[in-house]
Every structure is written in C-alpha cells, then in structure tokens.
T-cell receptor, first 114, second 117 residues
C-alpha cells in the first residue's frame, strides 16, 4: 500500500546532540511537510517542500533544518536539541492532483530529549 | 488572519449515540477547504472528511458527516452511532492557498472524544 513512513518511531537524544528524523513516501506526492506537535496541542508547521523548493515558516527556529534529496525522502535535522524540542514530529504529504488536496500523514516520531 | 477554533477540549458520548464536535473558522479567502482528522493515541493523523467552500451539500463519509454553515463559518463534525474505537483526539483543519502555489493547513487545538461503554 502506498504510504508515508517515518523512522524511527521513537528517538531519544541528549541535550545538544544533533538528531535526524526521516520521512519517506511511496505516494509520489510533490509536497512534503514537517510538523511539530507537543502534548495536547495542535500540529505546528515547521516547513514544507514543493518539489525541491523549500518553504520555511517565519517562526521556525534556526535549530531546525530540512533536506529533501529526492521526491521520496525528506529529513528533519535538529542541530542542538533543547528540552523544549521534545515533541511528536509528523511528516505529511500532499499533491494538487487530488480533488481534496488532503494531507497524508506518517505515524510520527516521538522525540525525547534528556 | 486565518484561524480555526475548537472550543470543546473534551467530550464524552455513550456508545451508539451521536456526537457533534464543534469547529469555527476565520478566513478572508473565497476558496478554501475544511478537513477533519482523527488522531488516536498512537499518534497518526487519519483523514476523515472534507468540505470545500463552494460545495453546497454537506459532506458525508460513512458515519461521519460535516455540518457546514458557511455564513456562520462553522464546520461541525457529526459522528453517528459512536463506537469505542472512536475514542481519540479530533482536529479540524483549514487549507489556505499560498503564493508559492502550495497549500498551508491550519489546525485547531483539537477535541478529545471519549466513548463510554
């Protein structure tokens, strides 16, 4: 089945130690999104790619970076994680070819910062 | 600025009964889309139902229906015949267009639904 995959599902890192979260998709969608979701809060958009065009949200900290080497893969790099970066990170895809343009989400990566 | 408001942090419903989850939105766009997502404790966001701003009929998908009142800017989700598996967090979201040609999706703060046996 076509899907959005995130690895790992659970990630533990130490304060200040760089970490990379991975997202891959078999849907061949041209748009990929990264969201941060803290407990009992709405998902917050960090950035998105439209093909190779990177779009950063104005309030996304510089500590967060992203790479999209090809259509299928997108990475979220947290350069120096702080305790406040502990959250669920959701990857989503969409395409303008679908009538609803809905987003398809991966299962998320739950990040713990010690 | 575009905004989604969900005023019910938590709701209870008895199994097999219907429940309405409220959502109001604010936008100056003429063309927009409204979505409901379900998020179980596992974390994955599951798409439930969609309503386009130009759709005259209320959307329905199985046990889910969307009560769309455009003049009031509300898009409430109705779940009929609630099941224990419906217990989850529910998010209302709105799609807005961007100059870049992509869409941005704005989410409400969610409603946690608990179905009682």
């Amino acid at each position: 089945d076509a899907m959005v995959i995130q690895n790992p599902r659970y990630q533990v890192t130490q304060f200040g130690k760089p970490v990379t979260l991975s997202c891959s998709q078999t849907l061949n969608h041209n748009v990929m999104y990264w969201y941060q979701q803290k407990s009992s809060q709405a998902p917050k958009l960090l950035f998105h790619y439209y093909d190779k065009d990177f779009n950063n949200e104005a309030d996304t900290p510089d500590n967060f970076q992203s790479r999209r080497p090809n259509t299928s893969f997108c990475f979220l790099d947290i350069r120096s994680p702080g305790l406040g970066d502990a959250a669920m990170y959701l990857c989503a895809t969409s395409t303008r070819d679908n009538s609803y343009n809905e987003q398809f989400f991966g299962p998320g990566t739950r990040l713990t910062v010690l | 600025a575009q905004k989604i408001t969900q005023t019910q942090p938590g709701m209870f419903v008895q199994e097999k009964e219907a429940v309405t989850l409220d959502c109001t939105y604010d936008t100056s766009d003429q063309s927009y889309g409204l979505f409901w997502y379900k998020q179980p404790s596992s974390g994955e966001m599951i798409f439930l139902i969609y309503q386009g701003s130009y759709d005259e009929q209320n959307a329905t998908e199985g046990r889910y229906s969307l009560n769309f009142q455009k003049a009031r800017k509300s898009a409430n989700l109705v779940i009929s015949a609630s099941q224990l598996g419906d217990s989850a967090m529910y998010f209302c979201a709105m799609r807005e267009g961007r100059a870049s040609g992509t869409y941005k999706y704005i989410f409400g703060t969610g409603t946690r639904l608990k179905v009682l046996a």
